[in-house]
């Protein structure tokens, strides 16, 4: 056997381009990542009001302007934003954000079937829409109550303390929180606080308005009046939180394959592989998401508490001098919590990232399954075709050849408090 001397070493080299080169021109199947229909589009603004989107805020916003899944709405003391669904969500109808409130809005899996959703963070939401039949319906989360709509008009009010009121002028909307049921009519709202069950209250439609605003003065009234007690639960409630969001994010941050699979969604392509392996990474990763999802909407929603609470301690010595935790008082806490607070929003908006990421994936492969995937790479129109032409197929890969094939396990499948227009 000759021996390989270093003059053999440059076509060697040249080889091993040649076969790197050969390997790489039969690329993997994949599918393309098909750009994000807005859910919702700008239509009234007054007063201030903040749009972010993955956990940055959107410098030039306007009416007219989209809004995507996930994006955050908050508004100021005295601001209100109206948007209207776009026809992709199948619903018809306007969201108006009340002053001081904030909310998420997205299009998610919930309890199995695909749902808009608008998860309130706090302060107020009205709605008047029309589902489309066969479309997804909409649901409005807050931390502990859902109702369930069917194309009606109606109002979600929360108060610092966490209780809420539900609100319907049209149609009915069915409550539901904790084990307890009931509905919203008009001349009957629904209210709910903290450790009670959901409660049937008769208001007149004409006497709403100003029941309303009673209503939210005197939660804000005994929520002041307890500051000295909630403000240590509070805190040290935002604190357990953060260490739990913090260990979610670095086991989220190893994760190689979800990081891959961000750096494949910024190309606007996802390789397929094999299904049965992708069908179990991606359940890995959803349990894994699911685990740091529950977190996102209980310290978003302790945040906005402690944000009310501030203005109630901060001319008061006697709170800002109570202990959080040993070595830390209520005050200390707060002269670090907007820099804190500021930094989880975004850490928490990775998080929501990576089931964009999930769900976006989940789309392409659905299309690739149906058939539909024009512009992809691997499965592209013949020129000319019109354009309900099938595309031209490379060698299917095992998920192409087998249709019914769909993966089993996707982030948001368990089903939370909401509010359903069904």
Same mark, same amino acid.
């Given at each position: ?281 991606? &359940?890995? %990763? ?7 999802? $529950?977190?996102?909407? @209980? =310290? *978003? !929603?302790? #945040? +906005? ?43 928490? &908006?990775? %998080? ?7 769900? $976006?994936?989940?789309? @392409? =492969? *659905? !299309?690739? #399954? +149906? ?43 368990? &089903? ?7």
């Amino acid at each position: 056997m000759r021996r390989i001397t270093r003059r053999h070493r440059p076509a060697l080299a040249l080889l091993a381009l040649f076969f790197t080169a050969a390997a790489a021109s039969v690329a993997a199947p994949s599918v393309t990542i098909a750009a994000e229909a807005p859910l919702a589009t700008i239509v009234y603004t007054s007063g201030p009001f903040t749009l972010s989107r993955d956990g940055q805020p959107v410098a030039a916003k306007d009416i007219g302007d989209p809004i995507f899944d996930d994006d955050y709405l908050a508004t100021g003391t005295g601001g209100r934003v109206t948007i209207e669904f776009s026809p992709e969500t199948g619903m018809r109808g306007s969201l108006t954000l009340g002053q001081k409130s904030s909310l998420y809005l997205r299009l998610d899996m919930l309890g199995g079937e695909r749902q808009n959703q608008a998860d309130l963070i706090a302060g107020q939401v009205a709605l008047k829409v029309r589902k489309l039949v066969g479309s997804p319906g909409l649901t409005v989360t807050t931390d502990n109550t859902s109702c369930g709509v069917r194309g009606t008009e109606f109002e979600v009010t929360t108060s610092p303390d966490g209780a809420l009121i539900v609100a319907c002028t049209e149609g009915a909307v069915s409550c539901d929180s904790e084990g307890s049921s009931t509905l919203a009519v008009p001349g009957q709202i629904v209210e709910k606080r903290i450790g009670a069950r959901l409660e049937r209250r008769a208001v007149a439609l004409e006497a709403y308005g100003k029941f309303r605003d009673g209503w939210l003065s005197d939660r804000e009234d005994e929520f002041r009046r307890n500051a000295a007690r909630t403000a240590p639960i509070l805190v040290s409630r935002y604190l357990e939180l953060q260490g739990k969001l913090d260990k979610a994010l670095r086991l989220m941050e190893a994760d190689k394959d979800l990081q891959a699979w961000k750096a494949e969604r910024q190309k606007g392509k996802a390789p397929l592989g094999n299904p049965e392996e992708l069908d179990k990474d991606m &359940a890995r %990763v959803a349990k894994r998401l699911e685990a740091a999802k $529950e977190l996102l909407g @209980a =310290i *978003e !929603r302790v #945040a +906005a508490r402690i944000t009310a609470l501030e203005e109630i301690a901060k001319d008061n010595p006697a709170i800002l001098a109570l202990p959080a935790r040993p070595g830390l008082s209520v005050g200390q806490f707060l002269s670090r919590f907007h820099r804190e607070s500021a930094q989880d929003f975004f850490r928490a &908006a990775q %998080v929501r990232g990576g089931f964009k990421v999930l769900r $976006e994936r989940k789309n @392409a =492969i *659905e !299309r690739r #399954a +149906a058939g539909q995937r024009p512009g992809s790479e691997d499965g592209t129109r013949p020129a000319g075709a019109p354009p309900g032409a099938a595309p031209t197929m490379a060698t299917p890969s095992p998920a192409e050849a087998s249709p019914s094939w769909t993966p089993t396990c996707w982030p948001g499948n368990q &089903a939370s408090p909401t509010a359903r227009v069904s």
